[in-house]
């Protein structure tokens, strides 16, 4: 599949982002069902029930960026910690965010969602980027 990406006529940053959105799209719609799904089926609150579907998706995540996007040739045991730093970090963000939005403000949960899931996207493409997945010049991090 990382040949096919790679032949698209596009400098390698371009084709790092395209990649990154496609597996951004994946987890992103992995947490957006179990969201739905654990609200509207489950008695979870929305602010437990995205926390749980972001975390269930991050981990998809972290397998389509580490192999995918990122043609990662650091060792798992270096880019894991890091990965799970950013997205504790991402996880604190749509926490706080979505329960300011549901709790406090009383909105729908699904506009707040989407408020979240902007902030923690620009988060966590700047983060894998420029630290998580980033090859130093002898491979190792």
């Known amino acids: 599949m990382n ?5 698209i006529a596009l400098p390698n940053k371009h084709r790092e982002a395209v990649r990154f959105l496609l597996a951004g799209t994946f987890a992103t719609a992995l947490h957006y069902l179990l969201l739905i799904a654990l609200v509207e089926i489950s008695p979870l609150a929305p602010v437990t ?7 269930l998706a991050a981990l998809g995540n972290y397998l389509l960026n580490y192999y995918l996007t ?8 270096a880019a894991l910690p890091r990965f ?4 504790t970090v991402g996880f604190g963000a749509n926490g706080v965010i979505m329960y ?27 983060a894998h980027t420029l630290w998580t997945y980033r090859n130093t010049a002898g491979g190792d991090v």
């Open 100 to 126: 300011l939005g549901t709790d406090t403000l009383t909105l729908h949960y699904l506009p707040v969602q989407l408020v979240a899931t902007a902030v923690v996207l620009v988060w966590n493409y700047l």
């Open 3 to 7: 040949r096919m990406f790679n032949s």
């Open 49 to 55: 029930a995205s926390l749980i579907s972001y975390a």
């Open 70 to 77: 990122f043609s990662c040739q650091i060792a798992h045991q």
């Open 84 to 87: 799970v730093w950013v997205a």
